[in-house]
């Protein structure tokens, strides 16, 4: 069994700053990637970063130069510092990562969080 947890989410003001972080946890063997999605009430769940084992990182346009997704795989930790904060980025927060467990006999798998909720004020 894997398990991702998310961290840090909350209320901030506009202009603000919050920190999220996640961990994995369990059967965790290698990590190819983790990445941060959000999703806003009636909206889609949309990428926000992504950040793979080589260092390669995906911003989604809405979030770039404000956001930085930074990891360390050797203690199996994404986090996301966001800055420069909008009420549009109001949403809930999930971490993704692809997870290899170690068995031969099985790909990586895409695992998720619960989730954590950050609210912008105006």
């Known amino acids: 069994q894997v398990q991702l947890v998310e961290s840090g989410g909350g209320l901030a003001q506009a202009g603000g700053s919050l920190r999220l972080s996640c961990v994995a946890s369990?059967?965790?063997?290698?990590?190819?990637?983790m990445a941060w999605y959000r999703q806003a009430p009636g909206n889609q769940r949309e990428l926000v970063a992504r950040?793979?084992?080589?260092?390669?990182?995906t911003y989604s346009d809405s979030v770039k130069g404000r956001f930085t997704i930074a990891g360390d795989y050797a203690k199996n930790t994404v986090t996301l510092q966001m800055s420069g904060l909008k009420p549009e980025d109001t949403a809930v927060y999930y971490c993704?990562?692809?997870?290899?467990?170690?068995?031969?006999?099985?790909?990586?798998?895409?695992?998720w969080g619960q989730g954590t909720q950050v609210s912008v004020s105006s």
């Open positions: 993704n990562a692809d997870i290899w467990t170690g068995d031969t006999y099985q790909i990586p798998q895409t695992h």
């Open positions: 369990g059967a965790v063997a290698s990590i190819s990637a």
């Open positions: 950040l793979t084992d080589v260092g390669a990182v």
